[in-house]
């Protein structure tokens, strides 16, 4: 597999990979962990003619913790934020989730800007981010942009990123009470068949006052599963409660299938992850 | 059987995806692949036939226009009455299965390069194969090109499977158009081409009854099998199905009547060929599963049906009712009995008690296999498809300091030839392992060979080896004894040192007195004459080391009359007749029933295969294989649609087993040895590709039997098993 030839240029500041993208529009890709791109241009599925790799954009790297916020730069890759004890302690749903992000392999070249702007539906990070209604941070021509989780992901591997913005960090809000993220990994892609992200805030009578369901990997793209949140919240999270909330969680989704998995089969597995998911975050609660 | 002809380039008709219709040849990688996507090709696309069972229907698309029918040949195997064994038994099992295509997928796609010496005229072809002395061989065949000019080299080997073993379009291309050009060319396969062009293995279609007595006595089996051979004849693609499985059916059991119709069917697809187990996998999965079935049927211990219907261990040497094969020792009852002890077989039926009280599934599958190793004599490698022996070549060279050269026609391919050869000549010759060197593929280096496959490097390249090393002991014997003035019988030989034997008679004593007084005298004589001092010829001492031994070997002062200089042995070593290793294998698994998730809890392994060379690498075998073996029985399958097209040729869509799927396997051994080799060594390398799907599919429908579920094909991904699960429900989840 050897991909068409292209040229590859090296940025070392965010404002400059905004203006070489500006420069040459369609036939540029920006470079992240290159864990899609690299093999879609090996099989020449993609073929770009340049290549912004943002790596050496010191800017984008590192975890930085706010008082209101923990900023996650883009070019973070899964495998850091897997070993980051910082984020163990502020936000442990993100090292939990980016454990179980395929392999070794791609945890340390993959990287978290990367699989958003990606925003594959099979993907993990859209639903984890979704779940913990993070912003997300870009730059582009007309300067810096945060764009809320919740209007990010506009479709199947289409996200509210201009063409030259680059995706520069992801803000995710502080405290957040602890998620889950449960996840049926393709055993050979490493890819969700089934991945739910549930994160839940109790008061203290143990009422729901809050409930963030992020979906992926059953449909065309990555969604919040609103209809199952609104069971939950106001309730006491009985299993009727639950069961209620498994029984809409696939409303608005559009079933996809494969080898794997048929659409069918993904129907009913959605729910009884979403109902695993709620029992493991009270469990862990507890 | 009709063998359609294969060029190495379709002419006019494509007939699977992945059959190569032109070659470009550049001076870089990335020129050649921007040249290959400027060829335009038309095609013209034709109806397609995928399915052995399908395909092999008189209506079905041809795969060849010159052969009326897609079904390569029909072989029937038979013994006894079935038909008289039906109307006498008790219960009836009949099954249906699907022993699906899988893709080999060696970590090492398939590379040669291949380069042509004008000044010599020789052609030397590096390949990634199993077999380099045959593909030199064919490669003289097909290209027309003298075989003493061709060098084959394959070294260190990244994976085979069987899948290296024969010859590939791609050697032929690389070395003709080497020759053609004068230049080196080079190709290594994509892995879209590996998954589309290198042979597949398995894909049978199988239909069987099983008859039993009350107690759980098989008497007679009937199957009808469909097997795939792809839309070329590839080296053994016919005898795969025919031999390897066929007439395996019965397995470790005595079972007298037999009536089986094995089909070799053309379709569409890769070329389906030898895939570790090559055969016997197809056909213990068969066996084992009915087994399983006749024992719920008649609501028996599937442990105690096997038992009832083992081959009894003084029968042996047991010939098959079908006369096909005689399986040379086995002792199977100990080693089934062991493999339980080791899972603890009673207890985890009390905790599968428990447990279904609980509302969860737990099963037990068990897999008592045996199958054949160290493929040979020739008259049987012809009889399944190979146009040639069953020998294989060995030499041990030993130099004059005493070092050894072990030559082995055998080719490594990630089998740890370099230790365990070198393991049988250090016991053999009584030297350090260290002393050792292992030369293979490369047939510049190692005069012959047949290579590595069907687990015979150990039973039949090991023992070819021994023999040798028997023989420079020998002729070591008649040069120390020469030396040492006394006759070879009078020595023993020991940890790398020739010895008198501590009693001796009073005449051999005089003997050598009278022969050391005469070397004195001549000594002296030489020292007179020429002034040099005569080396020392050992017989002043009572014992000569090796390494002295091979040192007088060479330095010819003092050597028994006609005795050829030198300590260099060669042998084809020929067996007499194939070994047949055993074993039994138990899984437990849980099965989440909400999802059909299946969690392995425990994977026994018990093998028995003689002598054990190198307990680790056996065991390497048996975790390998074991990996494979769930890779088939959980995970993988190569799925073509109604046109021909293989879905998911790439490590993304096609689950092969990671190290996440593999469960922790406990191994153990039995040994019974065989007679037919002096090392009592039979094959290892494919039991557990073989015995591990039927323990693991076992397991599951043991674990889903209360909820009704009878059969799930391979594999049993969960969404197979949830629906499974649905359908003997009688629900309608779906």
Known sequence: VIAASFDYVTPTRVGEAVALMREHGERARFLAGGHSLIPAMKLRRLRPQLLIDLGGIAELHGVHVGPQVVTIGALTTHGEIAASALLRSVAPLLPEAAKVVSDPLIRNRGTLGGALAQADPEGDWPAVILALDATIVAQGQQGERRIAADNFFLGPRHTALAPDEVLTAVEVPLPRTRGIYLKRMHPASGYAVVGVVVVLRRDEDGTCVEARIGVTGVGAYTLRAKAAEAQLVGSRLTAERIRAAAAVVGAQVQFIGDGQASAAYRRHLLPVYLRRAIEQVLKVGE | LHAPEHHALAIDTVRFQGE????????????????????????????????????????????????????????????????????????????????????????????????????????????????????????????????????????????????????????????????????????????????????????????????????????????????????????????????????????????????????GVYTHTSRVDTYRGAGRPEATYLIERAVDAVARELGLDPAEVRRRNFIPSDAFPYRLPTRGFTYDSGDYAPNLQKALDLVGYDELRERQAALRREGRYMGIGICTYTEFTGIGPGAVLNMIGFQYGGWEYGRVQVHATGKVTVYSGSADHGQGHATSFAQIAADALGLPVEDIDVVQGD???????????????????????????????????????????????????????????????????????????????????????????????????????????????????????????????????????????FGSYVAAVEVDVETGDVQVERFVAVDDCGTIINPLLARGQIHGGVAQGLGQALLEGAVYTDDGILEGDNWMRYAFPRAAHIPHIETDHTVTLTPLNPLGVKGLGEAATIATPPALVNAVLDALAPLGVTHIDMPLSAERVWSAIDQAQGGNRL
């Open chain 2, 20 to 263: 190569g219709i032109a070659v470009v040849v550049a001076e870089h990688p990335a020129i050649a692949r921007d040249a290959l996507e400027a060829i335009e090709v038309k095609y013209t696309p034709l109806p397609a036939a995928s399915d052995p069972r399908e395909a092999a229907r008189p209506d079905a698309p041809g795969v060849h226009a010159d052969h009326g029918s897609n079904i390569a040949f029909s072989f029937p195997i038979k013994a006894g009455s079935f038909v008289r064994a039906s109307r006498r038994a008790d219960v009836r099992v009949g099954l249906r299965l699907h022993n699906q295509n899988l893709v080999p997928g060696a970590l090492e796609p398939r590379s040669v390069l291949a380069e042509y010496h004008a000044s010599t005229g020789q052609l030397t072809v590096h390949s990634s194969t199993q077999a380099p002395h045959n593909i030199k061989r064919m490669l003289a065949d097909v290209l027309r090109f003298p075989e003493q000019l061709i060098r084959v080299v394959a070294p260190d080997v990244g994976g085979g499977f069987g899948a290296k073993l024969h010859l590939y379009p791609e050697e032929v291309l690389c070395a003709a158009i080497a020759r053609d050009l004068g230049r080196p060319v080079k190709w290594t396969a994509t892995r879209s081409e590996d998954f589309l062009a290198t042979n597949h293995g398995r894909d049978h279609i199988q239909e069987l009854e099983v008859v039993a007595r009350r107690d759980g006595t098989i008497t007679g089996i009937k199957a009808e099998i469909y097997a795939n051979l792809g839309a070329y004849l590839s080296g053994m693609g016919p005898g795969v199905p025919a031999v390897n499985c066929g007439m395996m059916l019965t397995g470790v059991y005595k079972i007298r009547n037999v009536e089986v119709l094995v089909h």
């Open chain 2, 443 to 581: 047939t510049a280096r190692v005069g012959f060979g047949n290579g590595t496959f069907n687990s015979r490097s150990m039973p039949v390249g090991g023992t070819a080896i021994k023999l040798c090393c028997d023989r420079i002991i020998a002729k070591g014997r008649r040069i120390a004894a020469h030396a040492l003035g006394v006759q070879p019988r009078e020595l023993i030989y020991a940890d790398g040192i020739f010895r008198l034997r501590p009693r001796r008679g009073s005449v051999p004593m005089a003997a050598r007195a009278i022969g050391q007084t005469r070397r004195r005298i001549v000594g002296m004589a030489v020292k007179k004459v020429s002034g040099f001092v005569m080396p020392t010829d050992g017989l002043d001492s009572d014992a000569l080391s090796f390494a002295e031994v091979a040192r007088l070997a060479h330095f010819v002062s003092t050597f028994p009359k006609g005795l050829e200089p030198g300590l260099d042995e060669q042998i084809f070593y020929e067996p007499s007749d194939m070994t047949f290793p």
